[in-house]
């Protein structure tokens, strides 16, 4: 319709002008009345076409919008129709749960009425049972002649002993079968904490530190890192050259090549002369020199024990010893100290006393190859042995001088075993002081005679085992083992230690008469 509109405005724009023209200019537009009459001519016929599209675009619109108003009534219709439908159907549905909440209501007053009456029930039976409970309970006091805060009482210390009791033997129990699995998990434990360790006590056990003039360092690198290069190849160590002024540092799990390589670049330092072929004299002559040191180590310390005829090779392990440490305990005076403490006790027992000094110089020569060989260190000690042509029987001392690894044949194995661990015990042997041990020492007897029943507590094999004594008339067999138990809890909680403490309880009966 606009654009009808807008067509009927034209023609009258059209003709308006026309007859503006007409009027105001009648004198101008003669000459172009044919060319108005003309172009009039083409506007009408224009404007008659326009008319007639648009008649025809707004009859076709008209059927096309009355088309899509029919579609959607028809469509609203239907809509409507389902709508009522879905209703009609809750409708229902709403029905017929109000019938089932009415039904289930009714039953459910029943049932509440029925519980109630039954609880009434409950409350007199109750009260019955109350006033005969009174009841017995007078007669009771009047036969046993106790009140009843008496009776609960010695009932309730009954109660207690017998549950202290079944709680001891099923804790026994229990640890008998956590043994079972404590092996497994110790080792994961072990595992564990030596992987967390590992580095700083890798670096703190295999590194040696030289002292270097800093005018120096460029000399021992060489040109394009040979003279360090050759260094390395020959010693079988690595050489460490940072920014830290005037030092260098040697590194390998070897100690002997570490000392080895210190005493060849200590050398190579004070004679200044340093390129690949006087590194390769210094380190060969070196060598040669700590093999002959070695084995004089060795006689010297075979000498100062009084042992005898031992083979060169086993001389030259023996030195090597002095290179190697055990817990921060040097391993060389360890094994003196084994040969002559296990010499002294075979004398006094009537043992052979050349045997066990013998037995104390080669129980642990094996861990001067450990770092090279595969194997534990008795093992190791106990092949060189056997190469050497050692007695079955010192086999045997070497293998059993640890508990659990062999079982002792001879007196001599038990004198060998005995007097490694005095000298591991030693007070200070391992990285602890006098009075850090007297101190440990005494808070553990201490803590563990805080606890009912114990007559004494001993701390012994430096620390590491406590003995404690109870009175057989206190504590029982069960109970010894909650007090095994919480006295380590208490040494746990209150206590810092090297390594771990086993706690032994002993409990002993004795009898006595006298004859008259």
Not at 171 to 196: G, H, N, S
Request: net charge neutral; glycine share 4%; proline share 1%.
């Amino acid at each position: 319709m606009s654009f009808v509109i807008g067509i009927v405005f034209l023609i009258l724009g059209v003709v308006v002008g026309y007859l503006i023209r007409y009027f105001y200019g009648k004198k101008a537009i003669k000459s172009a009345e044919a060319q108005a009459q003309k172009i009039l001519l083409e506007a009408k016929k224009t404007a008659e076409e326009q008319i007639a599209k648009s008649k025809q675009e707004v009859k076709i619109l008209m059927e096309k919008e009355r088309a899509e108003f029919e579609r959607n009534t028809r469509e609203q219709r239907q809509e409507l129709i389902a709508w009522e439908k879905r209703n009609r159907y809750k409708e229902e549905n709403l029905d017929k749960k109000y019938e089932i909440l009415d039904r289930k209501e009714k039953e459910v007053y029943d049932k509440e009425r029925a519980l109630k009456n039954e609880a009434l029930k409950l409350e007199e039976e109750k009260k019955s049972l109350h006033q005969q409970q009174e009841k017995q309970r007078q007669i009771l006091e009047k036969i046993s002649g106790l009140t009843q805060e008496e009776a609960k009482k010695i009932l309730l210390q009954s109660l207690e002993e017998e549950v202290k009791q079944e709680y001891a033997i099923k804790l026994k129990r229990q640890e008998e079968e956590f043994k079972e699995i404590v092996d497994k998990k110790a080792k994961e434990t072990l595992v564990v904490a030596i992987q967390r360790v590992a580095s700083e006590v890798a670096t703190d056990n295999t590194t040696t530190l030289v002292t270097i003039p800093d005018e120096l360092k460029g000399r021992i690198i060489g040109r394009e890192g040979r003279n360090v290069r050759t260094f390395e190849q020959l010693t079988g160590v690595d050489i460490i050259i940072d920014d830290t002024p005037e030092s260098l540092i040697i590194s390998s799990f070897d100690p002997v090549k570490r000392e080895v390589a210190r005493i060849a670049m200590e050398k190579l330092i004070q004679d200044s002369r340093i390129h690949p072929a006087r590194i390769e004299e210094v380190i060969n002559k070196t060598k040669s020199e700590f093999d002959d040191y070695v084995k004089k180590i060795g006689e010297e310390a075979a000498l100062e024990v009084g042992v005898v005829g031992l083979n060169t090779e086993i001389l030259k392990l023996l030195g090597k010893l002095k290179f190697r440490t055990s817990y921060g305990q040097n391993q060389l005076q360890h094994t003196k100290e084994v040969a002559i403490i296990a010499g002294s006790i075979a004398a006094e027992v009537g043992a052979d006393v050349n045997f066990c000094k013998r037995a104390g110089i080669l129980h642990d020569i094996g861990k001067a190859i450990s770092h090279e060989v595969e194997g534990t260190h008795h093992e190791l000690s106990a092949e060189i042995a056997k190469k050497y042509g050692e007695s079955e029987k010192m086999l045997n001392a070497i293998l059993s001088h640890h508990e659990g690894i062999a079982q002792p044949q001879s007196i001599e194995a038990f004198i060998l075993a005995a007097a490694d661990a005095i000298s591991a015990s030693r007070i200070g042997a391992r990285q602890d002081t006098a009075e850090q041990y007297i101190k440990r020492v005494e808070k553990v007897e201490k803590i563990a005679k805080t606890f009912r029943g114990v007559q004494n507590a001993y701390a012994i094999y430096a620390g590491r085992e406590l003995r404690v004594m109870v009175e057989p008339t206190e504590v029982n067999d069960a109970q010894m083992v909650m007090l095994a138990r919480d006295i380590s809890k208490k040494i746990e909680k209150e206590l810092e230690y090297p390594g771990q403490i086993k706690i032994v309880v002993i409990r002993e009966t004795r009898a006595e008469d006298y004859a008259k």
